[in-house]
């Protein structure tokens, strides 16, 4: 069973089914978003429990005292952190085929998907950025930057090349949300003809497994950042 309600502080602890796979999500998240394209690409049946950030029940405090999502949960196993899930979930339910097979591409693989922030941290600031805030240019200029990193290091349909990865689905979420952000904001977060690689990788990232098995509209996703940015986050 999975619900797109999202559960509050007075919500008790829907009931665990043993050998059932369980994660925490909010349903707009881009980091609990990541675990789940992993679980989507291998066809991973699971069950959903969606949480209110903003109002979290104790049992899920428990289950990971920072608070965020997502979280993993199976028959009293618990694991949390999204880059952490896509490995773990990677090698219990996939067969390697997300990661290069030579241990130093998978390094460099990495790197990349610790470089996300180069984009990610203005993103964020736009997210919350007021109109005709004058910060907006400088954080424009900043994501600008961040992705100029990725679009010089595309050098095929995907970032592992031929086939899509993980570094693809780790980057993936956040830029799901470009146009939404671009509605919201009235700026254009990743024109075409300054990345023209990223683009098409976004064209070609649609019709991948995972991210067709959790894919939003762009307007549930401006729907979300609306409700934001009026301070009363719907979840």
Not at 210 to 234: I, M, P, Y
Request: net charge positive.
């Amino acid at each position: 069973m999975s619900s797109e309600k999202a559960l509050t502080k007075d919500s008790p602890l829907p009931p665990l089914q043993k050998g059932k796979l369980r994660v925490y999500s909010m349903r707009f998240c881009p980091y609990a978003q990541r675990a789940r394209i992993v679980l989507g690409h291998y066809k991973v049946p699971f069950e959903t429990v969606n949480i209110h950030l903003k109002s979290k029940p104790d049992w899920f405090l428990e289950r990971n005292p920072n608070g965020t999502v997502p979280v993993f949960e199976k028959d009293g196993q618990v694991l949390y952190e999204s880059g952490v899930l896509m490995d773990y979930f990677e090698q219990v339910y996939g067969n390697g085929e997300l990661y290069p097979k030579d241990p130093y591409l998978k390094a460099k693989a990495k790197i990349l998907m610790d470089s996300a922030t180069k984009y990610t941290t203005p993103y964020y600031k736009m997210l919350f950025t007021k109109p005709g805030d004058d910060s907006l240019k400088e954080n424009l200029e900043a994501l600008y930057k961040g992705l100029q990193f990725f679009e010089d290091r595309l050098e095929g349909k995907f970032f592992n090349g031929a086939s899509v990865g993980m570094v693809d689905y780790f980057l993936w979420p956040h830029l799901e949300r470009a146009e939404a952000m671009n509605q919201v904001l009235g700026v254009d977060i990743m024109p075409k003809d300054k990345f023209p690689k990223l683009n098409a990788w976004v064209s070609a990232m649609k019709t991948t497994p995972g991210v067709k098995a959790t894919l939003f509209s762009d307007k549930d996703h401006k729907g979300f950042v609306d409700s934001v940015k009026a301070g009363n986050a719907n979840y």
